[in-house]
Structure formats: structure tokens, C-alpha cells
């Protein structure tokens, strides 16, 4: 089992440019999360899908922030335009969508926004 | 006052010590996850437990959902335990809310 699979895993950019966070889930999982993690406020939820659909997306910070899940091995984070209090580790998630499952996460996309 | 509150912010121990990392949390759920985050590393989940106790290795964890409250212990510390530790219990059947980690050193 590959696990949870992040790209990049570091992005450096300057402000204003469009970035784009890619996570392919573990096969068989139906629920996918994305998470920010900094310093100051810790890991947070941004948002999480059930069979592809968006559950959850009150985390999302603001209309930068955009999530998409084409399909079920597949899913981006853009930040459109990006600023700098965007750099972060962005973490992505999969489970078994079931309460009595647990989240496997991806090793992360360090963000940097110059 | 936060949802999650972990306790302490930070421990540095020998090697050899046992250790506790405390956890309570005002909201209702469904589970809770044990987090470990290595510097500069990826996430793992230790354990997802929703009633009484687990064990795995060295690691115990334990919760008591009447009072909100779960504990994480570490018997025999190695200095590779050194990590973060995330107390992130889960609301409903999917959502996380996350502790601000507990920083633990173990000193050889």
C-alpha cells in the first residue's frame, strides 16, 4: 500500500501566483481531508470529502481557497491569488469514511509564498 | 477557551522515564486519534480509540468519554519517542479538531 501520496512536496512562490497542492488517497478510501498546519494556530481542517463530494468546507479560509475532487484517486488545493500568511504545511488525509476508521495522512506540502 | 486542551505544552525526560500526556476536550465524540509528528515530518496515527483502552508496544492509550478526558503513556521513553504528540478528537463521523501538541524530548 503506497499511502497517501502529496505533490509537491515543497513549493517556494512569489505572492500573487496560482499554486496547486495534489493528493491521491489510498485506494479504497472514500473520505479525504485537507489540512493546514502552522505555527501559530496548529493543524486546522479546511475542508473534507465523502465519495467526492464536499462535505465540509467551513475551514476554508477565504475565496483564494479552492478544492476539488475530480474523482476518487485525485484531489487539488489551489490558492489563487496566494500571499504570504498562505505558507504553511498542507497536509492531506484519507479513511475509510466510517467513524471506526482511522486518518492516514500524507507527508505534507511545505508552501512558501515570498 | 479552545476545544482541545493538551497538557503539558512541553516535557523533556530521561530515557527510561514514563511518560503521561493528558488531553480533555469540551466537544462531543465519536472517537479520538493519537497523533505523532516527528520535526520536520510527516503525521501518524498512533491510535483511534472511542471507549476504555489500547496498547501498542510501549505506547498505552486510554480514555473516559463521561469526563472528557484521555491520557496517552509511554512506558520505558527512548530518545526516538521524541516527537510531537496531537491529542484530535473526532466530531461525528469524519471531522477532526486537533490539540496544540505536546513537544516531548527524552534525553538519553
Known amino acids: 500500500d503506497a499511502g497517501v501520496i502529496q505533490s509537491p512536496r515543497h513549493e517556494v512562490t512569489e505572492m500573487g501566483q496560482e499554486v496547486t497542492l495534489r493528493c491521491k488517497p489510498i485506494?479504497?478510501?472514500?473520505?479525504l481531508f485537507w489540512y493546514r498546519q502552522t505555527m501559530m494556530r496548529g493543524l486546522e481542517l479546511l475542508i473534507y470529502?465523502?465519495?467526492?463530494?464536499?462535505?465540509?468546507d467551513s475551514g476554508m479560509p477565504e475565496d483564494r481557497f479552492s478544492a476539488k475532487m475530480p474523482n476518487a484517486s485525485f484531489s487539488t488545493l489551489k490558492i489563487q491569488p496566494s500571499e504570504p500568511r498562505d505558507s504553511a504545511v498542507y497536509f492531506c488525509?484519507?479513511?475509510?469514511?466510517?467513524?471506526?476508521?482511522?486518518?492516514?495522512f500524507g507527508d505534507g506540502t511545505r508552501l512558501s509564498i515570498l | 477557551k479552545n476545544e482541545v486542551e493538551q497538557s503539558p505544552q512541553n516535557l523533556t525526560a530521561q530515557e527510561g522515564e514514563f511518560i503521561t500526556i493528558n488531553c480533555s476536550y469540551s466537544?462531543?465524540?465519536?472517537?479520538l486519534h493519537w497523533l505523532q509528528q516527528h520535526p520536520g515530518g510527516g503525521i501518524v496515527s498512533l491510535f483511534m480509540?472511542?471507549?476504555g483502552k489500547k496498547k501498542h508496544g510501549r505506547l498505552i492509550a486510554t480514555i473516559n468519554i463521561q469526563e472528557k478526558h484521555s491520557s496517552l503513556h509511554i512506558t520505558a521513553s527512548h530518545p526516538r519517542d521524541s516527537a510531537v504528540y496531537i491529542c484530535?478528537?473526532?466530531?461525528?463521523?469524519?471531522?477532526?479538531?486537533f490539540g496544540q501538541g505536546t513537544r516531548l524530548t527524552i534525553n538519553p
Open positions: 488525509a484519507s479513511g475509510g469514511g466510517s467513524s471506526n476508521q482511522p486518518q492516514h
Open positions: 485506494s479504497g478510501h472514500n473520505s
Open positions: 470529502f465523502n465519495n467526492n463530494v464536499p462535505i465540509d
Open positions: 466537544v462531543g465524540i465519536s472517537a
Open positions: 480509540l472511542s471507549s
Open positions: 484530535a478528537p473526532k466530531q461525528g463521523a469524519q471531522k477532526l479538531v
